[in-house]
């Protein structure tokens, strides 16, 4: 909402507010849009300012207000600015096999992370942020370097250890440089031979990595083991739990975190139950449970108050999230204040946030 002068207003504005006359009598009802003869209405009654909707207020969606936002705005400004610094530095490493310096890496990082006031914001921010086709993988990699900081926060890491996995997730995907880009966003499924060759993006960035002869062993086992699970079913060596470098398994969370809240073109980013539900439907075996537990239970956390709707069409606020399953929250419903209990509903899906 602003407050703007009389002279200032247009048809089609819609007032935010009731109006009160002096005699403390309503002349116009909010959510009224204004029109010539209503101008002239106000004028009569000496009203000089008048309450006007903005864009922001008739957004419906949590996400659409937080992308109409003005610290978004100035989130995605500086993002722009340095998105293409970090570009630049991946692909001249890539291409002309110039030094990675992670201190220019870090300094992309620290601007950017400026402008998001905290962890759950950023998050926020990013879910908003929609990459040109061509540089979706290098979104991808820096907005994993950025949801590292926020997610070793949560995890309680030292802060070189945090500052150590954000350097991970800057260089973690280097290997897909190397794929050509119509089979590695291929809307199709892939053939036998493209997943192989798209298997091969861990080895071939750990060896790229590995060739500066500068880079911390975390880094280089974050490139090479983050699509192995815990459960042995990753790739490229099948390794298990205790086999897997701590980073790396970090990394495994980063990487299907920031995929499932980026747009793909067989599907919609997911709101963050649906995200949640997709690693509950694993079980956890595929990651260290203590890591993505705690993440998760401050995504499902930070939806406390938001309102929902739900596959069945009904819309409600949620007011409990439920620990033993995160993905299902207990759910007042707007029109009646009836308590769902998601948990003993499994009919029933979050399908978006407001």
Not at 186 to 194: A, D, F, V
Not at 220 to 236: I, K, T, V
């Amino acid at each position: 909402m602003k407050v703007i002068a009389r002279m200032e207003l247009k048809p089609g504005m819609v007032v935010a507010e009731d109006i009160l006359n002096y005699k403390n009598e309503i002349i116009l009802t909010a959510n009224t849009r204004i029109n010539d003869t209503m101008i002239e209405k106000l004028a009569r009654q000496s009203i000089m300012v008048v309450p006007i909707k903005e864009e922001i207020d008739f957004a419906t969606t949590h996400f659409e207000k937080v992308r109409l936002s003005e610290g978004f705005k100035s989130f995605e400004s500086t993002y722009n600015i340095y998105f293409p610094v970090y570009k630049n530095l991946m692909m001249s490493a890539v291409t002309n096999r110039t030094p990675i310096k992670m201190e220019q890496l870090m300094e992309v990082y620290r601007n950017i992370i400026v402008c998001a006031k905290s962890g759950e914001l950023l998050l926020d921010y990013l879910y908003n942020m929609l990459p040109g086709e061509d540089d979706m993988t290098h979104a991808h990699c820096l907005n994993s370097a950025l949801i590292a900081g926020v997610f070793g926060t949560w995890l309680g890491l030292s802060n070189e250890d945090i500052n150590l996995l954000i350097q991970c997730a800057f260089v973690y995907d280097i290997g897909k440089l190397s794929i050509p880009y119509q089979i590695l966003w291929k809307p199709e499924r892939l053939t036998s031979e493209e997943y192989r060759l798209v298997m091969r993006h861990t080895t071939i960035g750990h060896d790229f990595l590995a060739g500066y002869g500068t880079f911390d062993q975390h880094v280089l086992n974050a490139a090479l083991q983050h699509h192995e699970r815990c459960d042995g079913s990753g790739y490229p060596k099948a390794l298990t739990d205790t086999e897997i470098d701590r980073f790396a398994k970090y990394i495994a969370i980063i990487d299907t975190y920031e995929a499932m809240t980026s747009p793909r073109s067989y599907r919609q980013k997911l709101n963050p139950f649906q995200i949640i539900a997709n690693y509950e439907n694993e079980g956890f075996v595929r990651y260290d449970f203590a890591a993505i537990k705690s993440i998760l239970s401050h995504i499902a956390g930070s939806q406390l108050g938001f309102n929902v709707q739900l596959n069945s069409g009904q819309i409600g606020e949620v007011i409990l999230i439920n620990e033993k399953s995160l993905s299902r929250p207990l759910i007042k419903l707007n029109t009646d204040n009836t308590l769902i209990d998601m948990s003993a509903n499994p009919q029933l899906a979050i399908v978006s946030v407001f």
